[in-house]
Structure formats: C-alpha cells, structure tokens
Nanobody, 130 residues
Framework: QVQLVESGGGLVQPGGSLRLACTTSGWDLDNYAIGWFREASGKGRDGVSVISSDGRTTDYDDSVKGRFTVSRDNAKNTVYLQMNSLNPEDTGVYYC???????????????????????WGEGTLVTVST
C-alpha cells in the first residue's frame, strides 16, 4: 500500500520555526516531485512548495518565499519543509504529495496541480499562536 507520512507539526509561537518531514513506507520517493500543500480551516488546499525529484529545482508560493525551505534526502527517502518566521496565517494542516511532472515541464506548484497528484499524505497540523 502506497503511503506518505508527514511529521513535525505542532504548536509554535509567532516568529518560531518548525521542520516538517515527509517519508514513505515501502516505496521510493526519488522518482517523484514532492509538493507541500496547506489547508487552513474552511479554506481550500493551497500549494506551499514543490521540489523536483532530483532536488535541483524548487518553487514556493509568494506567501512563504524567504521563510520556508524545501529540501530532500533521497538516501533517507525523506523530504523536508523548514518553516521559519511563522505567523498565524501559516496555521493549517500540511500535506505532502507525490506527483510525476514530465521532464519537459518546469517543476512548479502550478504544474504539479496541472498534472495531478498521485499520492497524498494524511497531513500534520501546524498551529501558530500565542
């Protein structure tokens, strides 16, 4: 059974940091672009970041540029999202997602949405509050 598992969520004060991790059970991530999506209460699931299968290309939503960093360690079969300078608007359930973006296409949040997500994780809750 294909499964993506997120970890690292929790409660943090504004200005704080968290690092999320996404790993798999029983299959390799290294053939997939991995995206991070965020779903705030009552809102849709918005793209936050994406990283190419080889880790060389990344993309970020404007709301997190300069604060969030996505990276991957294919040897550990894990993708990370380092989140700094968190603010209450970053609160939500964070999902990682695996997708196949054709090599002729740029690796962006938009192309991941366009070509579709093959697998979703179950999410990890991030709450930024005093």
């Amino acid at each position: 059974q294909v499964q993506l598992v997120e970890s690292g969520g929790g409660l943090v004060q504004p200005g704080g940091s968290l690092r999320l991790a996404c790993t798999t059970s029983g299959w390799d991530l290294d053939n997939y672009a991995i995206g991070w999506f965020r779903e705030a209460s009552g809102k849709g699931r918005d793209g936050v970041s994406v990283i190419s299968s080889d880790g060389r290309t990344t993309d970020y939503d404007d709301s997190v540029k300069g604060r969030f960093t996505v990276s991957r360690d294919n040897a550990k079969n894990t993708v990370y999202l380092q989140m700094n300078s968190l603010n209450p608007e970053d609160t939500g359930v964070y999902y990682c997602a695996a997708g196949n973006i054709p090599s002729r296409e740029p690796v962006t949040i938009a192309t991941m949405r366009s070509y579709g997500v093959d697998f979703w994780g179950e999410g990890t809750l991030v709450t930024v509050s005093t």
